[in-house]
Each structure stands twice: as C-alpha cells, then as structure tokens.
C-alpha cells in the first residue's frame, strides 16, 4: 500500500512538472513565438509532413534494390493429365503435386524509380520550404496577436488613470457644490465622465479576454492557463522605427517565390519522366523451385525434384496510340503556364509590399503626430488644473482638458502598436521576419 502511494504522489509530481514546463512564467514577445514554432498544431503538422514525405521518398527508391518474393502452391489432379505420343496415350504429371519458388528481380532501368530518385531531393525542399511558409504565418499571427493584448492591456491602465482623475475630480466639484461655489452642474457632468470611462473600461476588460483567447490559440497554448505578457515600452517604440523604407523587395527572399522554383523543378523532372517513356525497361530476374510429385499425399515431400533459372527483362513500348507524346506536350504545356505564375507572384508580392509600406509610413507618420499632441496634451491639462483650483477657469474647461489628454494618450497608444503591426507586415512582405 505503501509503494502505491508512492507511486501515485511520484506520478503527480511528474503531471505537475509537465504541466509546469508548458507554460511560459514571462511571456516577451520573443518567448511567446518561440513557444509557438515548439508548440503551435500547424507547425507540428508541417513537421510530420515533412517525416511523410521521407518516408514516401524512401519507399519509391527502395524498388531500386532487389526484390525477394517466395511463392508456394499444392494442386491435387482429380484426373491425371495426358497426351499423345505417336499412338500412344500418356500420363503426366503425378494426382498430387506442390512448387515452393523463390524469385529474385533487380530493376536495372525503370522511368518511375528514375524519377523517384531525380526528384527526391526537390520533394524533400518542397515540404521544408511548406514547413518554413507555416512558421511565417506563425510568426506574423503571435506578433500581432501579441501587440493586440498589449494595446487592450495598455488602454485598461489609461482608462484606470482616467478613473481615478475622475474621482478625484468628482470630489473636488462635489464639495464646492456643497460650499456654495459652484452649482451642481459641474458634479453631475463629473459623474457622467467618470460612468463613462468605467463603462468604456468593462468593454476594454472584455475584448482584453478575446484577444487573450487568440493570442494562445496563435501559439498552441493551453487556453485555460494563465498568460502574463511582459512588454517595455521603449523598447517597442524603437522597434517601430526599424524598418528601412529605402529596403528594395527581393522576390528570392519570398518563401512563396521559392516554392515556384521548386515546383518548377519537379514540373521538368515529370516532363523527362514523360519523355524516359520512349526507353525500354530492364530488369534481371532469377527463380529458384522446389518441386515435389507423388500419387501418394503422404509421400508428396519424400522426393524434390529443383529447377532454377537467370535472364534478363527488356519490355519496349512501341505504339501506344501517340499516349506518349500527348503526355509529353501536356507536361511541356504545364511548365509553360508556370511563367504566369511566377509573373503573378512577383506582381502580388510587389503590391503587398507597396501597400504594407504605405501603411507603415502612413502609421509611423500618425505616430509622430500623436506623440506631439500627448506633450502639449498633457502641458494644457496641467496649466488647466492649476487654473481651476486657483477659480479661474470653469470645470468645464477641466473636463474638455481631461477630455483631450485622454484622447491623446489612447491615440499615442493605438498608433505605436498600430506601427508595430504594420512592421510586421512589411517584414513578412521583404521576406525578412524572423522564424
């Protein structure tokens, strides 16, 4: 009962541990993505594709080696066979007769194993370069996915400083209500800012558990567990403007151009593989046979009776209703087409590029301007503060220089992280994010 326990606790233990490991204690940017290239379904799909392909390699080129068949067969003969000899009737062959025969046959030339082996290297680059296409999604997805939580989470903490100038404004204004000093508009229209910003800061609370929910269905992480994200600040704000916009795009650098190229390839190893259907296929054989005969069932293995042979197979495709031809030029046709799509994708990965980079512009020159207005923004609330303490400005001019502050800080924020979205997409579009 004792080492049942034991067992059982050791057995928690280990559960724990594992569950432990599977969780991330600083969720940095760098941390999640490198969680989910471990962790993210689609990445382990691509990776198991990529062991099936080999897999499917390595059985199409083992025809290349010798193939060892045995066959064994027992016939019972109702009624002997016979023939004529000259005048005479014969029997052959015994009521009771069983063959055990090994087979032996090496594939000297044959198209389809040729074409397994001259293209096994380029299938294999295929269904790397489909592996690399789904960590780029990966990548980009968390990036963004973690940059949305971050903005959630940083417009909270503004809407929480809000909340508590607020209050502190709503008892300012109420007491000198009570003083005499001003009428009760100015308390009332305090309440209904601060209602306001607690309303707008449930609805952040809300959307802040969604885009958690997409950000760890992006990494393959557990979604009941918890996540927090650590972020600096100044560090993200120099991350926006790491993009070189002088940067020419590089169709090389596009894993989708070169997967054109590979398919390429294996678009000319299937027009030669037409083609190789004009060569004959060779082949060696050789058989070995045990051959036992007895009238009598129990003495059928009493006495063998071998014969062996060796040759060679050479099967020529002469006519084949011009099959061939029409296989080659359709091939030669497929290859053909493959210009346009190689046009196609250099024109679609120009356009992503131009449009993610106009936006990136467009964003970082928003970003610049938001961040001046936060400056003055915050200077005009200050002065505005002072003022009305001292009585000479109204509440009203504190509320619409709160009002203004506010704005200006949730418009600071939501460009930063709109820049560092946008920075993922230009990187994604030269080719250049990081997997």
Do not use: H
């Not at 096994?120 to 780029?136: G, H, N, P, W, Y």
């Not at 990136?360 to 003055?376: E, G, M, R, V």
Request: one cysteine or more; a neutral charge.
């Amino acid at each position: 009962m004792f080492l049942f326990f034991l067992q059982l606790i050791s057995i928690s233990t280990i559960a724990v541990a594992q569950n432990q490991d599977s969780l991330l204690q600083d969720a940095s940017l760098e941390n999640c993505v490198n969680y989910a290239l471990k962790r993210q379904p689609a990445v382990q799909q691509s990776l198991i594709d990529q062991q099936i392909a080999d897999r499917e390699i390595k059985a199409s080129l083992a025809d290349w080696l010798p193939q060892l068949n045995l066959t064994a067969n027992y016939q019972n003969n109702f009624q002997i066979p016979s023939t004529k000899f000259g005048n005479q009737i014969v029997n052959i062959g015994a009521y009771n007769s069983s063959t055990v025969g090994f087979g032996l046959t090496q594939t000297i030339f044959d198209r389809d194993v040729l074409l397994a082996a001259s293209s096994a290297k380029d299938v294999r680059t295929e269904f790397k370069q489909l592996a690399v296409s789904t960590r780029i999604d990966v990548v980009a997805n968390v990036s963004k996915a973690f940059y949305d939580v971050l903005l959630s989470q940083k417009q909270i903490e503004l809407l929480d400083e809000d909340i508590v100038l607020l209050e502190r404004t709503q008892r300012d204004s109420y007491n000198q209500y009570k003083s005499g000093i001003v009428d009760k508009t100015d308390y009332q229209r305090a309440t209904i800012s601060l209602n306001n910003s607690k309303a707008a800061r449930k609805t952040a609370e809300e959307q802040l558990k969604s885009k958690y929910a997409t950000l760890k269905l992006m990494m393959g992480y557990p979604i009941m567990s918890p996540l927090r994200l650590v972020r600096d600040s100044a560090v993200m704000a120099n991350e926006a403007l790491s993009i070189d916009t002088a940067e020419e795009v590089n169709y090389e650098n596009r894993i989708e151009y070169q997967l054109l190229n590979t398919e390429k390839k294996l678009l000319e190893a299937n027009l030669r593989y037409y083609k190789w259907g004009f060569l004959p296929s060779v082949s060696a054989f050789g058989q070995y046979n045990l051959n036992y005969y007895n009238s009598q069932f129990n003495q059928l293995f009493a006495e063998n009776f071998p014969n062996s042979y060796v040759g060679l197979s050479l099967s020529i495709p002469i006519f084949q209703g011009t099959k061939r031809l029409q296989q080659i030029k359709s091939a030669q046709l497929q290859l053909n087409r493959m210009d346009y799509d190689f046009k196609a994708v250099r024109d679609s990965i120009y356009v992503q590029y131009t449009q993610s980079l106009s936006t990136y512009k467009s964003n970082l020159a928003n970003f610049f301007i938001q961040k001046d207005n936060l400056a003055l923004a915050s200077d005009v609330y200050n002065v505005i503060q002072l003022q009305y303490r001292a009585g000479v400005k109204t509440y009203l001019d504190v509320v619409v220089a709160n009002d203004n502050l506010f704005t200006a800080q949730i418009n600071y924020v939501n460009s930063l992280y709109t820049v560092l979205m946008t920075r993922v997409d230009v990187q994604r579009a030269l080719g250049t994010l990081q997997y």
